[in-house]
């Protein structure tokens, strides 16, 4: 009897984990977000919808109730940095979605099985999830002259960092959710049930002094009241008003009587980013 040949064994090589390589992981990943996003024109356009009819059509319509309370100021104006941080805010949690359609579809596991750290792949997809958020930002920038505010560099230069930061916090809170969820209905739904109640409670619609009690100790505790003040006070900077106006709608936050300075304010949103950065890549280094 003869032997039987059996077919050699094709040998993979795994290619060992470095320094270069994870470097090289993170910038495919961030890349694979924006080619995905600017592809998709109709998401780029239907994304600027609410932060438009905001800003034009409530803040219009409401124009004639609030000019007596705002001293003149359009209330576009004043709602203005406000519309600023939803222009990331909303994109940036979609950005972190798109964690959960993968998981659906099977390709999150495939960029899971990859020979790099899941932190990686983490960072990857929050700094894409920033980047595309960021764009967003900068588009609403560019209309700050429909709505009164003047194209000073300081104020651009400003108002970018804050939204980049702030982006990036939102999109690792958002990819932290989506470590655990697996159908895109359920994360949409835990979406509006916490973002909406984030950004109402921010001082985004209303000035942050003279609130009730209780209003006053959820603005305080809410994350995003510390990137929409700083990016008021940028704004609200470069505006010519009545110093007594400019104190009831840019009081600032404040802790007691202690009015929080604003590197501060942009520390405190870089601490949350770091934490929920943290949290999801150990959430995702459990993930299967």
Known sequence: MTAVQTAPVSRIRVPRRSFAGELRAIKIVWQRELIRFFSDRLRILTSLVQPFL????????????????????????????????????????????SIVWDREFGFLREMLVAPVRRSSIVI????????????????????????????????????????LLLAFTITAFGVMMSARIKQMQSFMALTQ????????????????????????????????????????RIVFSHLTMDPAVRQRLDAGMTWGSWRVPTLLEVGVVAAIGAVLLAIAIAEFSKTD
Do not use: E, H
């Open 54 to 97: 905001f800003l034009f059509v409530l803040g219009t319509g409401l124009s004639q109730l609030t000019s007596g309370g705002t001293g003149g100021l359009s209330l576009r104006t004043f709602l203005y940095p406000g519309i600023l941080a939803m222009a990331v805010l909303f994109t940036a949690m979609a950005s972190a979605a």
């Open 193 to 232: 049930m916490l973002i909406l109640p984030l950004y109402f409670l921010s001082g985004a619609v209303f000035p942050a002094s003279n609130l009730p009690g209780w209003l006053t100790v959820l603005n305080r505790i809410d994350p995003l009241a510390y990137a929409v003040d700083p990016i008021r």
């Open 124 to 163: 990857g997809k929050c700094a894409g999830g920033a980047t595309v958020a960021a764009f967003q930002g900068v588009i609403v920038i560019c209309i700050a002259g429909l709505v009164g505010v003047p194209y000073a560099p300081g104020l651009v230069l400003g108002v970018f960092g804050i939204q």
